[in-house]
Nanobody, 121 residues
Framework: QVQLVESGGGSVQAGGSLRLSCAAS???????????MYWFRQVPGQEREFVAR????????RFADFVKGRFTISVDSGENTVYLRVTDLKPGDTAAYYC???????????WGRGTQVTVSS
């Protein structure tokens, strides 16, 4: 089992920035190191949508089109932590942001409980 705990959410004004963290614990070695680490977000009443993902060695990243260079994803493999730096936030970025982990190309197996980001205009 892999446990994921997100932190770093909050309330900011449009144009502001946050750094979201996802700390992984439990089974973090072996084949888990081949997993991708993901960030998704969800607004109540809407489907969860992909935001970004990174490999544990940090060499492979991918972002949703709506990110448009505003977000960066990074990993500290020694601390088993993945970060999502979100900048130039817009009210449309308001959502609960979730960290997830899973094999490349498959639906993530493990999910955190989320951290709320609220952006006011």
């Amino acid at each position: 089992q892999v446990q994921l705990v997100e932190s770093g959410g909050g309330s900011v004004q449009a144009g502001g920035s946050l750094r979201l963290s996802c700390a992984a614990s439990g089974r973090t070695g072996g084949d888990v190191r081949t997993y991708y680490m993901y960030w998704f977000r969800q607004v109540p009443g809407q489907e969860r949508e992909f935001v970004a993902r990174i490999s544990w060695d940090g060499t492979s990243t991918r972002f949703a089109d709506f990110v448009k260079g505003r977000f960066t994803i990074s990993v500290d493999s020694g601390e088993n932590t993945v970060y999502l730096r979100v900048t130039d936030l817009k009210p449309g970025d308001t959502a609960a942001y979730y960290c997830a982990s899973g094999s490349p190309g498959a639906t993530p197996d493990y999910w955190g409980r989320g951290t709320q980001v609220t952006v006011s205009s």
